[in-house]
């Protein structure tokens, strides 16, 4: 049996967890030789320092795919499926292509081997379970940034017209903001373009968030495509006034 190896390592996961891309190359290796399958040297294919996120933008991975399917009864060896995608949809495309062309996967981290009907299962069922977890941390994430919003609590960059409070998370009004804030919404509506607005912001000698003299048209539309979004969410607030 021919193993074609595909190993991946972002920049962050090689930090924080010490999987390098020596380490995957090892386990892989050991695997293919108490295995009895050849892996020639040509067969290990290497994105380094590239996201899982897409499996459209990784080239060593299309490189692995087409030399696995070329001959029936080759096997794809990553070290956990982590390695290999990071959605539902690209998993079950990249096993789907595998089963088409009479090839396998194998998952170290989770002992996954689809040349078996129960190793199938077990891959696809653990592929659903990956992405709801990070379904889950994403849902928590949102959140926990809405309770903050509505706490008048930081939630990136202090947007303008706001003030980092001292305990360093509230948030305060900046007055001398908030009535240039006014005045930007106000020349807005009354059909200013952007520039227009940028230029009346600079000729006034107001500065800008970080201190600078000269506004730019997409500083502008940045503040009013917030303000937007946060009357549309809080339709009762004054401009700047409102959850942060």
Not at 128 to 143: G, N, P, Q, W, Y
Not at 168 to 191: K, P, Q, S, T, Y
Request: glycine share 8%; net charge positive; proline share 2%.
């Amino acid at each position: 049996m021919l193993a074609v190896a595909y190993i991946r390592v972002s920049t962050e996961m090689q930090a924080t967890d010490g999987v390098s891309l020596e380490a995957q190359q090892s386990r892989i290796a050991a695997w293919c030789d108490s295995n009895g399958t050849t892996l020639a040297e040509g067969d290990v294919h290497v994105d380094a320092g590239l996201s899982g996120k897409r499996a459209d933008n990784r080239p060593a991975l299309g490189r692995a795919l087409a030399a696995v399917c070329r001959e029936r009864g080759s096997v794809l060896v990553v070290y956990s499926l982590s390695r290999l995608a990071r959605s539902v949809r690209d998993t079950l495309a990249i096993a789907e292509r595998l089963e088409r062309a009479g090839a396998d996967l194998v998952s170290l981290s989770e002992r996954i081997d689809t040349t078996s009907a129960s190793g199938k299962m077990v891959f696809r069922m653990l592929a659903v379970l990956a992405e709801f977890e990070r379904d889950l941390i994403a849902e928590r994430t949102r959140t926990a940034l809405a309770y903050k919003r509505a706490r008048g609590e930081r939630c990136g960059q202090v947007p303008y017209g706001r003030d980092l409070a001292p305990d360093g998370r509230a948030l305060v009004v900046n007055r001398a903001e908030v009535d240039a804030l006014a005045d930007i919404l106000r020349w807005r509506a009354a059909g200013c373009t952007l520039r227009q607005i940028a230029d009346r912001l600079t000729e006034a000698g107001v500065p800008t968030k970080n201190g600078s003299a000269r506004w730019r048209f997409t500083s502008v539309n940045k503040i009013i495509t917030r303000e937007k979004a946060r009357a549309k969410d809080h339709p009762s607030d004054r401009p700047g006034l409102g959850a942060a």
